[in-house]
């Protein structure tokens, strides 16, 4: 648990530092959970997230952009009523609990000064966003409802009187000492780690397992130690926030934490580490609910069509014993004579070996000498004709594989209105039904947006996040004279630099992107094809985004997370 009560204190300290005194000018809520307020603070505007994710709750100001539903929430509506325009007064956390409170003021539609709390409560799948009136402590409404059915001790919901979590009744460790820890913790139980957690407040597994690392060989007086040097480090304010990362994961601190690893990077503000260590994954999880069915349809198609191969190469390499059959066929025609019905098999003279050897040839007892013979003829026409029939159908099943394999990994880095165009694809292909929705159509000339980044030099590159992107940027948007770039025999996206004379360092970041957005994101040195646009051609009759190609060249990369941010976070020199 990387947000536990003491991050949450040194990210209150570094909101309030920020946003203590702006004005609110605008709120919107893009997902379900999620909030982003834009505070005017300092002389220009913030983006305060608010989130109650159940496995990425968090507070924080953001760089990243949110797309906005058409329609905002009622929660959304209501927030706009009660807190735009208003003035945010103070920014505190309740003890060392995981609760932030943001205190607001200003002036209601009759004009009367009016304040309000917004607390946000990170508890994983319990966290929540309250907003309360301040004057009566009544709860207004709710990012998610609560009942009593639910909860015994409190319920959240318009009207009732808001009632805090129930306290822990731990020690404050900013106001503990040494002597306190030692008589508190038994070391003869074992389970240090454990037992800091359950005795102080605010401190995770995360942070206890960092001070018995520390303590080295842990005793009386190595975990007080310990324990105190770090606090010492949270009450003085002296964060290096930083992001490590092991084989196996990422965690992130606002200090760096030795037990974990010692490949850590740190960042300036704890904002900018949260913006980077969630880069993708909240994404990643509201992409995985809202296309749940559809990464289930895709991979029943690609299991489908790979069993369909699997039964079609059996038949092929039946169809190969029909040379097999033709020579039955011959041999017992050629020996009627010798044949009388009720025979189970008969060992006959194949005389086209050069030894005359004899070859046993099993019989149908119900049918005639001629019958037998007939039915070896039937066989082997039947496998002839088959052969061309099964290549053609492997071949198909095979182009199936590979695109909804596409698809697939189209889904892994799919942001949400991705997902769409890639049900619209799946509608237009015949694939899935397509729903009636009500409300406003999607005008029928509305072109793909695509996903831009710009190069360290300042060249904008194009990345198609699906196929209906990817048609459009290679096939319309991209000029003949442009690089066009795609992984060599992976799937992946159509990446464009908008320049016809790119640098050496641009074609690699724009090679990086295509690396990073395809099958082999987690691979290391792929081969990435570049070639002018004007040699890439979509054949006629080939599924979306399919294309060959000529004239390239190849360039290896290796996919990274923090190029693909810098990339996006980069903006035009020229």
């Known amino acids: 648990m990387s947000f536990d009560g003491l991050f949450t204190k040194a990210m209150t300290e570094e909101i309030s530092s920020l946003l203590t005194g702006g004005r609110i000018n605008k709120i919107n809520q893009p997902y379900k959970n999620e909030l982003v307020f834009i505070v005017r603070a300092g002389g220009k505007n913030h983006k305060l997230l608010l989130s109650a994710h159940p496995s990425y709750a968090r507070v924080q100001v953001t760089q990243e952009s949110y797309e906005n539903p058409k329609e905002p929430p009622m929660f959304c509506m209501l927030l706009r009523k009660h807190l735009e325009g208003y003035t945010i007064e103070n920014i505190y956390q ?52 609560v009942s009593y059915a639910v909860n015994s001790y409190r319920a959240v919901l318009p009207g009732q009187t808001y009632l805090a979590p129930p ?83 990422e965690s992130f601190y606002m200090i760096p934490l030795e037990h974990i690893g010692h490949n850590t990077r740190t960042f300036p503000t704890l904002s900018e580490l949260l913006d980077r260590y969630y880069f993708g ?17 895709i991979s029943n198609e690609i299991d489908k069509n790979q069993k369909k191969i699997g ?42 070996t050069e030894d005359s050897q004899t070859v046993k040839i099993p019989l149908s007892p119900q049918k005639s000498p001629s019958e037998n013979a007939q039915k070896y003829f039937s066989r082997y026409q039947k496998a002839k004709n088959s052969v061309g029939f099964v290549l053609d159908q492997i071949e198909k099943a095979e182009t199936e594989v590979a695109y909804f394999e596409t698809l697939y990994q189209q889904l892994q880095s799919a942001s949400p209105r991705d997902i769409e165009e890639i049900r619209e694809e799946l509608q237009e292909e015949g694939y899935i039904r397509q729903k009636q929705r009500k409300g406003m159509k999607k005008p029928a000339n509305s072109k793909p947006q695509l996903e831009t980044y710009y190069s360290s030099e300042g060249d904008p590159i194009f990345v198609g996040k699906n196929n209906k992107q ?25 990446v464009v630099i908008r320049s016809e004379e790119p640098s050496e360092q641009t074609i690699k970041e724009a090679a990086a992107l295509a690396a990073y957005f395809s099958k082999a994101k987690d691979s290391g040195s792929v081969p990435v094809d570049f070639t002018k646009v004007r040699y890439v ?8 985004g399919f294309v060959i190609y000529d004239n390239q060249q190849t360039v290896y990369v290796t996919p990274q997370a923090d190029l693909v941010i810098s990339l996006k976070e980069n903006r035009s020199v020229k």
């Open 94 to 145: 309740s003890g060392l609990d995981r609760i932030i409170i943001i205190e607001v003021k200003g002036r209601n539609e009759l004009g009367d000064i009016s304040q309000k709390k917004l607390i946000v409560e990170i508890m994983g799948r319990h966290s929540n966003i309250i907003l309360v009136d301040q004057e009566r402590n009544m709860i207004l409404d709710s990012v998610k409802h």
């Open 167 to 249: 306290p822990q009744e731990k020690i404050n460790p900013l106001t503990s000492n040494e002597e306190e820890l030692s008589r508190v913790l038994d070391f003869n139980a074992g389970k240090l780690d454990r037992q800091l957690v359950d005795h102080y407040a605010g401190v995770s597994p995360l942070f206890a397992k960092e001070v018995i690392s520390r303590a080295g060989l842990a005793n009386r007086s190595t975990v007080p130690a310990a324990f105190f040097s770090l606090i010492n480090i949270l009450k003085g304010k002296e964060y290096s926030p930083s992001l490590i990362s092991d084989e196996n994961k």
């Open 281 to 297: 994954k909240a994404e990643r999880d509201r992409v995985k609910q809202q296309g749940n069915d559809l990464e289930r349809f």
């Open 311 to 352: 039964k079609l190469q059996k038949t092929l390499k039946d169809s190969e014993r029909g040379e097999q059959y033709q020579l039955f066929g011959e041999l017992l025609t050629a020996n009627l004579f010798q044949i009388k019905r009720g025979m189970k098999e008969v060992e006959v003279v194949n005389y086209y």
């Open 470 to 494: 990817n048609d459009y940027l290679t096939n319309k948007f991209a000029r003949r004279d442009e690089l066009w770039f795609h992984t060599k025999d992976i799937p992946g996206s159509h």
């Open 537 to 544: 051609k979509k054949p006629n009759g080939s599924k979306p």
